[in-house]
């Protein structure tokens, strides 16, 4: 046999090339607005989408429940290639603590979510939704539409591929967790696409009438100076808000793009500063609880989309060189109603921005001192807390979640840990991540 007939016999197999996969969704569907148009005509019923109806059953149909599976299969895979872009600090292990979050979540949050609904009932969670269109520095938000039910199922996914569950086991929970994201979209948008995937990549949320009075305090930036300290302002807090929640962006949040006047547009973007939640809260003291970025754009310079978990994406991407106007306000507690924001000048700005840059240094020293496995379950608890937290807190029951054990690991989360954080961990993650394994479709009788 010649050298040539050897290299191209049958029993050798070409490496796998996963570029087709990052091209389309199981090499078939597009990113963005058309692969939104195709997963429409390929879903059996567009339960994606929601209505006043709809979100009220606690119990599904097959149709509903893989319908659903197979759109955040490829929303998912929307968004990972979407934050592809997105930088780490190095020294937080966030895909381990993220990947063991999902499973804690999976076998966590239904038992929770049961009693956050029990005590308000389906129009108390519609209603609790509702917030994020009458405040800004609120956690109630539609990252956390997205999160709460998303990263759990995705968490079903993992665990089924690690042969801790079973692609029926457990409706009851999968259907649960399904209708309360649903919910949350609900009461947020209303009847129609709950996806941002599925509202063209925007997130114009704010009620028009409380917009306005965010607007009315927009001040021209023309001054280099000032356009440089209000652009200072914005990395500072981004980081310092990246850092206190270990390195993912539960601490930010835009909302918009919101069409102006004159052919612009304005993006409102929250920086989670001073969360007391964690034990390390204390390198944001003296720091108010969020502020509040109103920054205003020409459309005919740069455009602008917000994902699914409220990241302004621009055409061209360096769209804070194009800033022409903005204000900052300031929620001092998670309480702090909005009748007592402030508006920030530029020396409590300065103040600020010298507060999160030293916190943020802060932060890196009290990360050099703890181990892996501390950073590992540091990230556990902010990345489970973080998408329930806002919610049970609004409520008066965040106290009774802790008592109750939220943030105890769970047996299959500790079992998953050796895995998820071993070279393994990519033979488990690619193809519930990129191939859509991760959405397993209950078996229809």
Request: with cysteine; proline share 6%.
């Amino acid at each position: 046999m010649s050298t040539t007939e050897r290299n191209t016999s049958s029993d050798e197999e070409a490496p796998f090339d996963p570029t087709p996969f990052l091209q389309a969704f199981k090499a078939e569907v597009p990113q963005g607005i058309e692969g939104d148009r195709q997963m429409r005509e390929r879903v059996k019923v567009l339960f994606m989408d929601t209505t006043a109806e709809d979100v009220r059953p606690d119990r599904l149909d097959d149709a509903q429940v893989n319908s659903w599976l197979d759109y955040a299969a490829w929303n998912l895979w929307d968004f990972i290639l979407g934050r592809a872009s997105e930088g780490e600090s190095g020294l937080i292990p966030r895909q381990e603590y993220e990947t063991i979050s999902f499973v804690q979540q999976w076998n966590q949050y239904p038992t929770f979510i049961k009693m956050l609904t029990d005590e308000i009932g389906v129009d108390g969670i519609l209603d609790l939704a509702k917030t994020s269109s009458r405040e800004i520095g609120t956690k109630i938000n539609v990252t956390r539409n997205w999160a709460a039910s998303v990263c759990p199922i995705l968490g079903r996914g993992i665990g089924i591929e690690l042969e801790q569950d079973t692609v029926d086991g457990r409706r009851e929970d999968l259907d649960s967790l399904i209708q309360f994201g649903r919910r949350l979209q609900n009461g947020t948008w209303g009847d129609g696409p709950g996806f941002v995937s599925g509202r063209q990549y925007t997130v114009p949320v704010l009620d028009l009438d409380f917009l306005s009075t965010l607007l009315d305090q927009v001040k021209p930036l023309e001054d280099p100076e000032v356009l440089k300290a209000f652009r200072q302002f914005n990395a500072r807090t981004e980081l310092f808000g990246f850092m206190l929640h270990y390195d993912c962006r539960a601490g930010m949040a835009d909302t918009g793009p919101y069409p102006l006047p004159g052919n612009k547009f304005a993006i409102i973007r929250d920086h989670f500063l001073n969360e007391t939640a964690y034990p390390w809260a204390g390198v944001a003291e003296g720091l108010p609880y969020c502020v509040t970025q109103v920054m205003v754009f020409s459309a005919d310079k740069v455009s602008a989309t917000v994902n699914e978990i409220q990241t302004t994406f621009s055409e061209p991407s360096n769209y804070l060189e194009f800033l022409e106007g903005g204000a900052v306000f300031a929620r001092d507690t998670m309480t702090t109603p909005m009748s007592q924001l402030r508006v920030l000048d530029a020396t409590e700005m300065a103040t600020i921005s010298q507060r999160c840059q030293k916190g943020t240094m802060d932060m890196y020293r009290t990360l050099t001192k703890k181990s892996t496995e501390e950073k590992i379950r540091d990230g556990v608890m902010v990345y489970t807390r973080e998408f329930l937290l806002p919610h049970a807190s609004r409520v008066g029951l965040w106290d009774k979640f802790v008592d109750e054990g939220f943030d105890a690991l769970h047996p299959n989360a500790e079992a998953a840990w050796p895995t998820l954080t071993s070279p393994r961990a990519a033979e488990i993650l690619t193809p519930i991540l990129l191939f859509g394994n991760g959405f397993p479709h209950v078996v229809t009788k």
